[in-house]
């Protein structure tokens, strides 16, 4: 995963998938934690990387909501763009390999503060992050990325990341837990 701004060495000839690009990854981070956070905040990183699952997995998100909320009270979501982009299975289920590098490159940049509390960590948005994922939510090409993220919020936001973990491998057995460590997580 490199840098836009380190992507003038790579020849034009090679194909560039957004899932490459660090900025695409800190951007829907940001927009994350603005919206699904509890005042730009997310209370540990579990927590953070399941949203975030839901959020990259339109498929999963509309399974567990089905399995947690009347079919009355949720509307649909937009689930055309299939996998966001992939996420591995992990100790505690989904997770990106790349989040240390993206949370550190957000941080380096001032956009976010990382704080250790107890066991979990909390990660919130600095003022100038705030500004930032708020200017990102009204841009056109992020429009469906912020109606899945509100529609997880809806959802899954006042729940705990172990509540969530703990659902996933519950709904999510054989696509999950079942699947060895490290490897990606299809649908």
Known sequence: MKSLSRLGTRPASLPLAADDVLEFHAARLLLLMRICGTAGRMDGLTKMAKLDFFTRYPDFFEAARAAVVP??????VDSADAVEASMVRHHYGPWDKRYY??????????????????????????????ERAK??????????????????????????????KNLIYKLFDEEVGKRPLGQVITK
């Open 71 to 76: 079919a009355s009270q949720s509307g649909p």
């Open 101 to 130: 590098q993206v949370l550190a490159h957000l941080e380096a940049r001032r956009l976010i503060t990382v704080s250790k509390l107890k066991n979990s960590y909390q990660i919130a948005l600095t003022t100038e992050g705030a």
């Open 135 to 164: 200017a990102l939510a009204k841009r056109p090409s992020f429009a469906t990325l912020v109606e899945r993220q509100k529609a997880v919020k809806k959802t899954f936001g006042s729940k705990s990341g172990t509540f969530l």
